[in-house]
Structure formats: C-alpha cells, structure tokens
C-alpha cells in the first residue's frame, strides 16, 4: 500500500519561510499528479499548489509567486517551498497523490503555523 510521510512543518514569523517534503513509498511515475492542500482552522481542505505529469503546475491564487511545487522523479518526494508566510497560511498542509485509475492517497498531514 503506497505511503506518503510529510515533514517540515512548523512555527514561522510573517514573512518568513518554510520547506515542506512529502516522500512516497513507491515511483512517482506510477502518479497521474501530486500536490499540496491545506485546512485552516474552521475551513474546508482546499488545493495549494499540484504537479500533474503534463503541463505547468497549478497554484490557487493565494499562494502564487510565493509557493512552488518541486517534484523530484528520482528521489520519489514532492515538496513546497513557501516564501513570505502570512497568518493566512497557517493550517495544517496535506499531500496528495493520485494514480492513473482515480485512486488518491493522503499524508497524514504537518502543521504550519505563522505568527509573530
């Protein structure tokens, strides 16, 4: 059963950054499309930033020009370098990845928190 294990999360003052890694437990090749998403406190679960095997990544609007998704095909992990936090990004950030049938597995999810 594919794995996904999440680290770096944690506390940041605004303005500051943080690198977050997803490593898989099997090839990257065998997913469709990876990526972040995150749940801040009250909210529903909304998509960051994803890689998809195609084509340019997708960021929400949020987070563009200040997150970027770096997916390393060798080294089998995802990450998301964020720069220029604010408290808007705190949550706790979740990685995704997709297989070529439809099937989604979740990590088990790193809080970020940024305040002063």
């Known amino acids: 059963q594919v794995q996904l294990v999440e680290s770096g999360g944690g506390l940041v003052q605004p303005g500051g950054s943080l690198r977050l890694s997803c490593g898989a437990s099997?090839?990257?090749?065998?997913?469709?499309?990876v990526g972040w998403y995150r749940q801040a406190p009250g909210k529903e679960r909304e998509p960051v930033a994803i890689?998809?095997?195609?084509?340019?990544?997708s960021y929400s609007d949020s987070v563009k020009g200040r997150f970027t998704v770096i997916r390393d095909m060798a080294g089998n992990t995802v990450d998301l370098q964020m720069n220029n936090l604010n408290p808007d990004d705190t949550g706790v950030y979740y990685c995704k990845a997709t297989k070529l049938g439809g099937d989604a597995i979740w990590g088990q999810g790193t809080q970020v928190t940024v305040s002063s």
């Open positions: 890689r998809y095997n195609t084509g340019s990544p």
């Open positions: 099997e090839s990257m090749f065998n997913f469709i499309a």
